[in-house]
Every structure is written in C-alpha cells, then in structure tokens.
C-alpha cells in the first residue's frame, strides 16, 4: 500500500492521467477517490466494530444537558454523541443579525454554515446529473434539523411547503422514513452511521415503517429514495462548496416570498422567524 497521494494517482490512471484533465474533472476524481476511501472506512468499521444497542443509548438520556432532538441551532455545536465523563459542555455561538427580508441564501450563510452535509449532498446530485428539483430536495432535506432534529424531515418539509413544488416537499418528507430502508436496486443501503445513532438492534417505530409504505406505492416515491441516495454521511472534510453554486436552480424553484422569509403571514413564517431568532426567550 502506497501513501495516499501514490494510491490516488494509481487509481486515476497516473500521474500523467491527471495532469492531462481539466480543473473541473480533476476535483470530481479527487471527491470520487475521497469518497470512496470513506465508504471503505465505513464498510470496515460496520465488520469490525461493536455498535451501541438501543438499551445503551438510551442509558445515555439523563447524562446530557441538553435533548438529542434539540435543533442544532439550539444546541452548541462541540458536543458529542459520545458521552465523555469529565468533558464539560460547550457554548452555543452568537449568531449575527439577519437581514429584514431574509432569503433562503442568507439562512444558509447566517444560520445553516457551514451546511456541509446539505451543500455535498446537493453537489452530489448535481454532478451525478439529477433533476432540479431532487437537487433542491437534497440542499434542503435536512433543514428541519435546524429547528428540530427529532422528526426532522416531517419539520423540514413543513417549512419549505408553502415555497417549493409539491414532489420537492414530499421527498423532504418521505427521505426521513426511507433512511431507514434499503433499496439496493436505487443504491441505497442501511446507513452505517445509523447503527450508531439508533442502536444496531433499532427498530422504526410503526408510524416510520407506515410512511415507508405509503412512499413506496406513490408516484413520486424516485424523489424521495434519489435524495436518500445523495444524502452523503461520509461526507469530504476538505472540501468547501458554496451555497451560490446553486443559486439558478433555488431562484427557479424556491419561491422566495418578497417579505423575505419569516415575515410573510405564511403559515409556516413563525418556524423561520424561531431560526431567525432562536435567543428570543419567549
Ligand atoms: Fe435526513
Ligand atoms: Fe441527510
């Protein structure tokens, strides 16, 4: 086994293989290799390692200051799922002041940064040459983790109802359920991260398993199972999209209220003003 940069080349075809491709191809073949390595990582740790049990996890409730399913705005972001005896807490960080007429850009750059997990999962989609609208569903699939993470898609597609099409924000809403089941024919395996988050002996409660099936009988189940196979756990450290990237495919399909968002009257504006806002003590 070579070092990284050896066995990076030789899987590109060479040295002189990547010297001859254009900028572009040559940062997809590096993100490709990355991930690769990653998924490998991934697979080895499911053989090897022993994951936590439902009992387990659940020991841990009690032990933490704050609520697994808190919105990540909600909760500092140093934490870990791991409890460590003796590790203090961290602080929540202060979050600048949001423009009047807020659009979905600026939650993005002023609540969601870095957003790495929505940003890679959307350029993922992108490059493997999805529709727009699974592209937008992967950008914002899991949003509703901001405000809230239990239940996450169901919160994510609330908040985005009233400005996407109807398939956009099913997918949001269905991705939740589907996680949890493969579909190998689409390329979607039971991800391994969730042996960890779960428990390796979980169970989806019935309301899960129920959403699950009324997903798989309906017309748009492909939108929802695409954004499942985007949505990239094993994510690139290393590599930093920007929001503006997808700045054509959000202006043809979000429709951003003139209020901006937040201040609309929609029925939804509370939940972003609460993203706006989360200091507000009441
Ligand atoms: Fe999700
Ligand atoms: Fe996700």
Redesign the pocket.
């Known amino acids: 086994m070579g070092t990284l940069r050896e066995d990076m080349y030789a899987a590109l075809g060479g040295a002189d293989a990547v010297a001859s491709m254009s900028h572009e191809a040559r940062a997809d073949a590096i993100e490709d290799f990355a991930i690769a390595k990653l998924d490998a990582a991934a697979e080895k740790a499911r053989k090897t390692k022993t994951f936590p049990t439902v009992a387990e996890l659940d020991a841990r409730i009690d032990q933490r200051g704050y609520r697994r399913g808190a919105g990540s705005l909600f909760r500092h972001s140093n934490y870990s799922e791991t409890i460590k005896p003796g590790v203090p807490e961290g602080k929540v960080k202060r979050l600048s002041k949001m423009p009047a007429a807020p659009t979905l850009i600026d939650f993005f750059k002023q609540r969601f940064a870095p957003a790495a997990?929505?940003l890679q999962?959307a350029a993922l989609a992108k490059r493997k040459g999805e529709s727009e609208e699974v592209i937008l569903g992967c950008l914002l699939?899991?949003m509703g983790g901001y405000l809230l993470k239990s239940d996450h898609g169901y919160w994510g597609a609330q908040l985005i109802e009233p400005y996407v099409s109807e398939r956009v924000a099913f997918g949001v809403r269905y991705?939740q359920a589907l996680?949890f089941f493969a579909d190998p024919q689409s390329g979607y395996e039971y991800p391994v991260r969730y042996y960890e988050a779960f428990g390796f002996d979980y169970v989806p409660p019935p309301y899960i398993q129920a959403a699950y099936q009324h997903a798989l009988k309906h017309e748009w189940y492909m939108v929802a199972r695409h954004i499942t196979t985007n949505?990239?756990?094993t994510f690139n450290p290393n590599l930093t999209i920007e929001v503006e990237e997808f700045t054509d495919i959000i202006g043809r399909h979000f429709k951003q209220p003139r209020e901006g968002l937040g201040y609309d009257n929609s029925p939804v504006a509370h939940m972003w003003r609460t993203m706006i806002n989360p200091d507000a003590p009441l």
Do not use: G, V, W
Request: charged share 30%.
């Open positions: 997990h929505l999962s699939h899991d991705h996680r949505d990239l756990y």
